[in-house]
């Protein structure tokens, strides 16, 4: 009498009714149950509880063929991407040099000015942009009108980043919906919904792919696109790939295998598409992880164990690149003071994180733990459509050459351009170029 049943929390993070995904596979969909369907679940518990197991034989059946069926189904277990993870050799996740070396082999071709600028990646998601999108998808923009809108998106960008004399631009990721939908759209393992919108934060709402199965890349993602924007400028041009930790946070992920072999076959294919943008000639590549912190586990004593394999599947992401190949990553704010050697090992050529917010206030730790590689922090913040002076860039930049050697020092934004409007975007990166400008000239001049 005093026993009740209940799920173990609130459903708010839950998709709500499995029923009405009518697009779903339905091999899949019969491995999965949304909000809807686990409170009928907790009918057959209290069910079976009250009248024994034999009042909800059928459905128990129905629940074990479906979990017999996940064990095995070749939909779910890849034997080639198993035996890939399996297989990697010892030290595998390293790159060929240290970053000493990799730098200058990277400065020898980049022929960067101090206090190189660059941008996190993407740029304002227009509303034709969207439209554009949303008429494509529901087949009232065929595939070559679609091309030709994002090219159009992609070219202006390149133009205005030309104009603005940005030392390494990126192509705006005109044509991507989101930075964990876009590639998991193009991996095999995913899957999506219609309607399996969840709560974010406050009003915000999010439809998370779905990890169903061991993942792996059929082909090329990205190197269409940025092959175009490079050419148009002779600037060396930024490569945006989403890191494989971030890949999986945002994502309803699989439950039959440890995270750390999913986050190493989300490694292993984004690998794949490192080592072909490097051959299509994008020598800049980002991999962006601003879920590392936040997928940490909340029992300090598992930290350890759950950076190690983080950090390597990140490694894992740029294994095999030349030395030339300039890999950068980045964070969004977070406290990385406690966790700085691991952040370290990632060893990533550039790292940028925002730092305007807290006025370089988390630049310090870099700068005390005596951060090996280079670094880009946030001279603006780009959650608010306000253009900042020069004289607040400026304080900012000061600051941080006080605390990172210059020779080690990028400038860029706090974060991503996506939700900012092109007239905004354009005067904050203005301010910024002033800014960096007038510095390079104090320097020259010492």
Known sequence: NNLWIAPSCSLLHSPQDLAVEEKLDAEIKSWMAFAAQKLVELGVVKQALAHGKDSVKEAIAASDAAAADRATNKKIHNEAVQKRVADLPEGADQRKSPFAERIKAQQAWMNLPVLPTTTIGSFPQTTEIRQARAAFKKGELSAADYDAAMKKEIAYCVEVQEKLELDVPVHGEAERNDMVEYFGEQLAGYCFTQFGWVQSYGSRCVKPPIIFGDVSRPEPMTV??????????????????????????????????????????????????????????????????????????????????????????????????????????????????????????????????????????????????????????????????????????????????????????????????????????????????????????ELAAK
Not at 229 to 258: E, H, N
Not at 358 to 384: C, Q, R, W
């Open 224 to 441: 269409y696109w940025s092959s175009y924007a490079q050419t148009l400028t002779k600037r060396p041009m930024k490569g945006m790939l989403t890191g494989p930790v971030t890949m999986f946070k945002w994502s309803f992920v699989r439950d039959d295998v440890p995270l750390s072999v999913v986050a190493k076959q989300i490694a292993l294919a984004l690998n794949d598409e490192v080592l072909d943008l490097e051959k299509a000639g994008i020598k800049v590549i980002q991999i962006d992880e601003p879920a590392i912190r936040e997928a940490m586990p909340l029992k300090k004593a598992q930290w350890d164990e759950y950076l190690a394999w983080a950090c390597e599947s990140f490694r894992l992401s740029s294994t095999g690149a030349e030395d030339s190949t300039q890999i950068h990553t980045h964070m969004c704010y977070s406290e990385f003071n406690d966790i700085l050697p691991a952040i370290a090992s990632m060893d990533a050529d550039v790292i940028t994180i925002e730092t305007s917010r807290s006025d370089m206030e988390l630049l310090t730790a870099f700068g005390d733990f005596k951060y090996p590689n280079d670094i880009g922090p946030g001279v603006y913040d780009i959650h608010s459509p306000r253009v900042p002076t020069a004289a607040e860039v400026e304080k900012l930049l000061r600051k941080a050459m006080e605390v990172v050697p210059v020779e080690r020092l990028w400038v860029n934004p706090d974060c991503g351009l996506k939700t900012r409007g092109w007239k905004e975007t354009v005067e904050q990166l203005e301010v910024m170029m002033e800014v960096t400008k007038k510095l390079r000239a």
